[in-house]
């Protein structure tokens, strides 16, 4: 079921967690991977929300 909201995810432990390290390389997912799904908040909360979390 889809949702509206923003979601960050870890691919490799979540999504594709399981899939071998070849796989996900194949993929072009790394272990820093981070998934960025962008829902329809106003996009300055958006941008905030990041900013606040890349600062912590």
């Known amino acids: ?3 509206a909201k ?12 399981q899939l071998t ?3 996900l390389a194949d993929q ?3 272990p820093a991977t981070i998934r960025l799904s ?3 908040e106003n996009s300055e909360d958006i941008i ?3 900013d606040q979390a ?3």
């Open 6 to 17: 923003s979601l960050v995810i870890h691919p490799a432990s979540t999504t594709h967690s």
């Open 38 to 40: 962008i829902g329809i």
């Open 21 to 23: 390290e070849e796989e």
């Open 28 to 30: 072009g997912i790394s």
């Open 1 to 3: 079921m889809a949702d």
């Open 48 to 50: 905030a929300d990041l």
């Open 54 to 56: 890349f600062a912590g």
